[in-house]
């Protein structure tokens, strides 16, 4: 091998061990890298300013009377790349390939130790992933049409039986205005703006195919819901498409913390009396809203307004009716 490649298979290694093997708390000391990449002290320091001078973040520390190195690549805390971690893992919506794109991002954060000691804390399960779905793309592609402030359109599909798609709209690409991402519930959605029915409608990210960037501008509606994302996240089942109504709940003490946990911890809560208590919320009413209040066993009662009662009561009845099969 000539001294040039040589040179640059040194450069190589250096990086590669700073990178995987290296972190803050972690430095490695001069002997130890010259031991590894067999070079004495005058070639270590050579290539260390190389890299430093090529713009990788190669910092310098000491380690009792040596000198030690590390690769500094974020500043995240232990904390919050376990957050990311556990995320990745327990999220529905991230493939198996994209959660180990993530740890290996991780793994060139905090180095190999620090990664193993991370992994140690995750609580393994059997998270459900979604094969297949390119989601990362996908989300590069919303991004991208949310910087430009432009249209976009892809193909949206359902599963059937046998886990095959079946795509809506009949086949055809849906063209939209994207007004934001938002993460809701072990799912990832694209919150659309629906010019005909004048209000903002979401798709599911891990459902969405082909998405491409188109040339006309996004609608100013869209652009002005923007400014309007918060607010809407508030609305709690909101992403089953259901009317917004202002609903009064009334429950047992036992429930109190559910409340808070649905819809806020600023929720106010009205004492009526021993073990009973009273909620003013807004909710865009759905099938999944009914199937919340139906969890609670009679602990928790829609109060108003009367007409959703009577829908509560209609789906009741419904439900039990034993000489209706489904289909």
């Given at each position: ?157 359902k599963w059937d039986e046998g886990h095959n ?163």
């Amino acid at each position: 091998m000539s001294d040039e490649n040589k040179n640059r298979a040194r450069s190589a290694l250096l990086f590669e061990y700073l990178l995987h093997s290296t972190s803050e708390a972690e430095p490695v000391t001069t002997e130890k890298l010259c031991a590894y990449l067999e070079c004495n002290r005058k070639t270590l320091a050579r290539e260390i300013e190389a890299l430093q001078t090529c713009g990788f973040p190669v910092l310098s520390t000491r380690c009792g009377r040596q000198n030690a190195y590390y690769y500094k690549v974020s500043d995240l805390t232990t904390a919050e790349m376990q957050i990311w971690l556990d995320e990745a893992h327990a999220a529905g919506y991230i493939s198996e390939t994209l959660e180990n794109r993530i740890v290996s991002h991780v793994e060139a954060i905090s180095g190999r130790e620090g990664l193993s000691k991370l992994q140690k804390s995750v609580l393994r399960f059997n998270a459900r992933k979604h094969a297949g779905v390119p989601i990362l793309e996908t989300v590069m592609t919303i991004q991208h049409a949310l910087e430009i402030q432009s249209q976009m359109s892809f193909l949206y599909f359902k599963w059937d039986e046998g886990h095959n798609r079946i795509y809506r709209h009949s086949g055809e690409r849906y063209v939209v205005s994207p007004v934001a991402m938002v993460n809701r519930d072990d799912n990832y959605y694209l919150l659309t703006y629906n010019t005909e029915k004048r209000r903002v409608y979401p798709f599911r990210i891990d459902r969405i195919e082909a998405a491409k960037v188109e040339q006309q501008p996004a609608c100013m509606e869209a652009l002005a819901e923007r400014f309007h994302v918060a607010e809407y996240t508030k609305q709690v089942f909101k992403m089953f498409g259901g009317e917004l109504q202002h609903v009064v709940l009334q429950f047992t003490d036992d429930v109190i913390s559910y409340i808070f946990d649905k819809f806020g911890a600023d929720t106010v809560i009205k004492r009526l009396g021993p073990d009973c208590c009273r909620a003013e919320v807004d909710v865009q009413v759905s099938a999944p809203f009914f199937a919340w209040v139906f969890m609670f066993d009679g602990r928790l009662r829609i109060v108003e307004p009367a007409a959703l009662k009577d829908a509560y009561r209609q789906k009741l009845t419904s439900a039990i009716k034993e000489d209706q099969a489904p289909c």
